[in-house]
């Protein structure tokens, strides 16, 4: 009967250490977790339509939310004028669109920019592992 009894407080200890790491993203969460998803997208997009003259000259979108540059690279990407006939691009501007409003309005007061560096964008750093 005691094993029963530790057995039962350990699994409740357990679900409720689960429960603590299950809390709801932050705004700021959310933008990082975003922009990686969007850097990423835009990656797979460049692998999978390999070729495709439109999806070529896409600017690129290598995102940093740290980044104050991240906005107008944003704003340039979603107002590309090119590619509306791709589907995945649509998607990408969307989640881009997404972004952009994300960090100009909720996140406007929770974001502190660390850099103002446009060129940082243009040649992204891989992280070491």
Do not use: W
């Amino acid at each position: 009967l005691d094993t029963m009894k530790m057995l039962l407080s350990l699994i409740a200890l357990l679900s409720a250490a689960q429960l603590a790491r299950a809390a709801p993203p932050t705004c700021y969460s959310r933008a990082l977790s975003l922009s990686k998803e969007i850097t990423e997208s835009f990656k797979e997009l460049q692998t999978s339509k390999a070729g495709d003259s439109c999806v070529e000259t896409l600017p690129r979108l290598y995102l940093d939310i740290h980044n104050y540059c991240v906005l107008a690279k944003l704003r340039d990407f979603v107002a590309y004028p090119r590619c509306d006939t791709v589907l995945e691009v649509n998607e990408l501007k969307e989640k881009a669109r997404s972004l952009y409003t994300i960090l100009i309005s909720y996140c406007r007061r929770d974001l502190v920019f660390l850099t103002d560096d446009c060129n940082a964008l243009e040649i992204p750093i891989e992280p070491s592992i």
